[in-house]
């Protein structure tokens, strides 16, 4: 005991080695760890767990813990018999023993605690059993905040330029570099080409939507940071550019104002930086620049004219780009507001005349077919008359059975009043004529009476 209480290193890692020769003739133990690797946090302590079962019963157990960083020989930790173990002087009693079982308890870990734990457990009784379970041990610093910049710091030109953002740690180990926009992971994109660890990327070439807010997330297996965003420049445009007035009524590119009114124009388009705006003139084979600046502030009085044609140029000094607006300024006696009042009555007059026209028609068809109803009811509730009363006097509706319409018909004319009646006789081969005075009734009675008369008919 005094032997292995010296600090002399040599000396200790002799009595390890003979007792691992000693003890490991019989390897039948098994133990058991919850993972083969374990990170551990520098300045913290670490607890490596080890479990192991004895059947059979033993007069003694030994414990031995070695630590082994190659190309270095390993190092005896400590050791322990039946719960008594040897603190060690090298590490300045670092190392513990950790109960139950077999577990060791590192007091503060540090970088240069990396490296592989050997635990050896020896049991002694009527048969000697040994085992040894080997745990990686790693250590983690925590990372700090990680700090991102960009390059070149005063941006890029759309379709030229290029962007890297670049972001580092001050403090941390095995650190993951992950990249974010508007705080969603970044995705892949052809433009983008990242480092080996992902510390940084390039955007090339950059675009307008390529602008955003970017931020570094920096971790490892005990901690994790996000830097604070930030928005790269990116020089684009002009896109969408477009004139508006604050009074003129516009059509397409056509803008009618009053007579006698000033109307302000604005011209404006999507870029960064901001346009150089040039309002021109145009008539009669020529142009004239009337102002410089996003608005234009358009006097009738000064212009003489009934109908003006503007232009809008606007100018990117940085991409070097430009865009073109024309429009048309027609001056008018009648308010332009009045006009879109007006106007926006027509829609409204004509859905209302088409809804009266549809109610009354709906209120015309259920009236007429509530008459026809009514109708219908009174003819079925009319009392009938006698059979023979339409026999005397037959009524002709001119919907009889149209085989009896074949024949030969007889007109008969009726003179004047003032001269006698001439019928022709019927059956007769010459034309004779009878003068016969009587009525209309007359008239109508003799031509039945004669053809029923007639055998024939």
């Known amino acids: 005991m005094e032997l292995l209480s010296c600090p002399n290193y040599l000396l200790k890692c ?13 390897s039948t133990l ?9 990170h551990g946090t520098e300045g913290q302590p670490l607890i490596l767990p080890i479990q192991y079962d004895v059947n059979a019963s033993a007069s003694g157990v030994q414990i031995i813990w070695l630590l082994e960083r190659p ?21 300045q009693h670092k190392f513990t023993m950790h109960p139950p079982n077999a577990s060791l308890l590192i007091n503060s870990l540090h970088m240069s605690d990396e490296g592989n734990y050997t635990v050896k457990v020896n049991i002694q009784g009527e048969t000697t059993m040994s085992a040894t379970q080997k745990i990686e041990v790693s250590v983690d610093i ?12 005063y941006g890029a030109v759309e379709y030229v330029g290029n962007l890297t953002f670049k972001c580092h740690v001050m403090k941390g180990s095995r650190v993951r570099y992950q990249w974010l926009k508007n705080g969603s992971l970044l995705p892949n994109r052809s433009t983008y080409s990242f480092s080996g660890n992902r510390s940084s990327f390039t955007i090339s070439p950059v675009m307008k939507n390529d602008i955003g807010n970017y931020s570094c997330l920096a971790s490892n297996y005990i901690s994790k940071e996000e830097s604070d965003s930030i928005t790269p420049i990116i020089y684009y445009g002009p896109y969408d550019l477009r004139v508006i007035s604050d009074k003129a009524l516009k059509v397409g590119e056509v803008f009618t104002i009053a007579n006698g009114e000033s109307v302000r124009f604005d011209c404006s388009a999507d870029s960064n930086p901001p346009n150089t705006c040039a309002w021109i003139q145009r008539g009669n084979n020529s142009t004239e620049i009337v102002n410089f600046g996003p608005y234009f502030k358009f006097l009738p009085e000064r212009s003489g004219q009934k109908t003006v044609d503007y232009l809008c140029r606007a100018y990117n000094n940085i991409t070097g780009k430009g865009e073109e607006a024309q429009f048309t300024v027609i001056i008018t006696p009648i308010d332009p507001e009045k006009l879109i009042q007006t106007s926006s009555l027509f829609p ?11 109610i009354v028609s709906i209120c015309f068809i259920f009236v007429w077919k509530k008459y026809q109803l009514h109708r219908a009811i009174q003819w079925k509730l009319q009392p009938r008359r006698p059979s023979t009363e339409y026999r005397r006097t037959p009524i002709y509706s001119g919907h009889e059975d149209a085989i009896n319409d074949f024949g030969i018909y007889e007109f008969v004319s009726l003179p004047d009043s003032s001269a006698p009646h001439r019928v022709i006789a019927p059956g007769s081969n010459s034309l004779q004529v009878q003068d016969i005075n009587g009525t209309i009734y007359e008239v109508i009675q003799f031509v039945p009476e004669q053809m029923q008369n007639d055998p024939q008919s």
């Open 14 to 26: 002799r009595i390890c080695i003979i007792l691992l020769l000693v003890f490991g003739t019989c």
């Open 142 to 153: 925590r990372v700090s905040k990680p700090i991102i910049e960009s390059e070149p710091s």
């Open 30 to 38: 098994k133990l058991t760890a919850p993972s083969p690797s374990i």
């Open 348 to 358: 409204l007059a004509a859905i209302t005349g088409v809804s009266l026209f549809v």
């Open 71 to 91: 190309p270095a020989p390993p190092a005896c930790l400590l050791t322990s018999f039946n719960h008594t173990f040897i603190p060690d002087l090298e590490f």
